[in-house]
């Protein structure tokens, strides 16, 4: 847990830090680190998509994932309970923030691997990393929507501590076999561009209301796995 704990704590620092800079810049260059972070977003989840996809052993899984997965969240309105719940506490824009936030900390391909990485094998590479780019990246969202990206910091924890429970105690289930990693990635990928086109105001996705689309290859893989395919 050690890669976990330390990028959890780059996240909190980054916060703070970006907070207390937010102060010294005005509204034009906050606005230009907003776009920043928005084209940050496409690039990473297109590097992350374009990366996964020719492993994908299930080329169609990614359409069926994100089809499911927001019918089912839009269904439970996930984005909209979300926002309203941060909203009342720190305004629409930290809600826009903190989800966008939360995704590029949690989706990417590091933060999937790399907890499992640390449990099977010990090495912490890709976690700290992925601590480096999110310490600048909360930094950076700090500075414009303030000390509220602290919160991002307990969600990784317990994003990244499930996969390395799962890399821990499940290392020999055929969960972990295959590519579901890869495919999760390849959603992941997804859900990170329709965050940057958010942040960019390009077309708001409502990006939460697909994220329920990451279960979907886990219970693909568990039902092959139970059907002994």
């Known amino acids: 847990m050690l890669g976990t704990i330390v990028n959890t704590g780059c996240i909190i620092v980054g916060s703070v830090v970006g907070s207390l800079l937010r102060k010294g810049l005005g509204e034009k260059y906050q606005h230009a680190l907003y776009n920043a972070m928005g084209l940050a977003s496409l690039a990473l989840g297109a590097n992350t998509f374009v990366q996964n996809m020719p492993k994908s052993e299930f080329p169609v899984l990614f359409i069926l994932s994100i089809a499911l997965g927001g019918i089912l969240g839009t269904a439970l309105d996930l984005d909209g309970r979300t926002k309203r719940l941060i909203a009342k506490r720190g305004g629409e824009g930290l809600a826009n923030g903190l989800i966008s ?55 990784l924890f317990c994003w990244q501590g499930a996969f390395w429970l799962l890399g821990k105690f499940a290392a020999s289930s055929p969960l972990l076999h295959g590519t579901m990693i890869n495919e999760m990635a390849i959603v992941g990928g997804l859900l990170i561009i329709s965050s940057g086109l958010s942040l960019l105001q390009v077309k708001d996705c409502k990006t939460l209301n697909y994220i329920l689309a990451l279960l979907v290859p886990v219970l693909w893989f568990l039902g092959k796995a139970l059907l002994g395919l």
């Open 101 to 155: 936030a939360c995704l590029l900390f949690c989706v990417g391909t590091f933060s999937i691997v790399g907890p499992i990485l640390s449990a099977t094998t010990g090495d912490n590479t890709f976690l700290y990393t992925n601590a480096t780019l999110d310490f600048v990246t909360s930094m950076v969202f700090a500075t414009t929507y303030g000390i509220g990206i602290i919160f991002a910091a307990p969600i």
